[in-house]
T-cell receptor, first 111, second 115 residues
């Protein structure tokens, strides 16, 4: 069955450093992959989408890579700020406008 | 544009009672999803609608859960009877606007506690 793995442990980093979150998947070849941010008590918010033929995508301080050979996506936040503290969810396309979500990684950025 | 609206925000019931959640999607969004998110886990798809038709309900526990999408707009999700393990946040999401391909817009969720 399809499986998505994200760092189960929380990631603690210092303000100004780059945060790197990992998403690994098995048993599937998604056409695209998405990253969402979720704050406590709120629904997820879309951040970035990367397609299978794209190696890297950037949006402001965010960068996503997609390696279909390794079946892995990396999500980077450069110059991190305390306001970036949240849970980040990886989501894989499974066709038909449907996605499956990973469990998410909690990020804490300390001032 | 207005976001996805959900109500109620919180609900506490006892096991074996019934409960209903309501979702109002972003105007014009054809695809609507209901997800269940248990604490510490990612959202799990329960049912997907395209307009008022069901696209996927393979993970919906049909012996106790039901959902409908009235006239392809608002949707309700019902649980009857509720079990302790149904305690979770129920998220509604929609897609089909002018955003990135399959970008899903989520509502704030309904937090259900079953005692």
């Amino acid at each position: 069955s399809q499986k998505i793995e994200q760092n189960s442990e929380a990631l603690n980093i210092q303000e100004g450093k780059t945060a790197t979150l990992t998403c690994n998947y098995t048993n599937y070849s998604p056409a695209y992959l998405q990253w969402y941010r979720q704050d406590p008590g709120r629904g997820p918010v879309f951040l970035l989408l990367i397609r299978e033929n794209e190696k890297e995508k950037r949006k402001e301080r965010l960068k996503v890579t997609f390696d279909t050979t390794l079946k892995q996506s990396l999500f980077h936040i450069t110059a991190s700020q305390p306001a970036d503290s949240a849970t980040y969810l990886c989501a894989l396309d499974t066709g038909g406008f449907k996605t499956i979500f990973g469990a998410g990684t909690r990020l804490f950025v300390k001032a | 544009e207005a976001g996805v609206a959900q109500s109620p925000r919180y609900k506490i019931i006892e096991k074996r009672q019934s409960v209903a959640f309501w979702c109002n999607p972003i105007s014009g969004h054809a695809t609507l999803y209901w997800y269940q998110q248990i604490l510490g886990q990612g959202p799990k798809l329960l049912i997907q609608f395209q307009n008022n038709g069901v696209v996927d309900d393979s993970q919906l526990p049909k012996d106790r859960f039901s959902a409908e999408r009235l006239k392809g707009v608002d949707s309700t999700l019902k649980i009857q009877p509720a079990k302790l393990e149904d305690s979770a946040v129920y998220l509604c999401a929609t897609t089909g606007g002018t955003g990135d391909h399959n970008e899903q817009f989520f509502g704030p969720g309904t937090r259900l506690t079953v005692l």
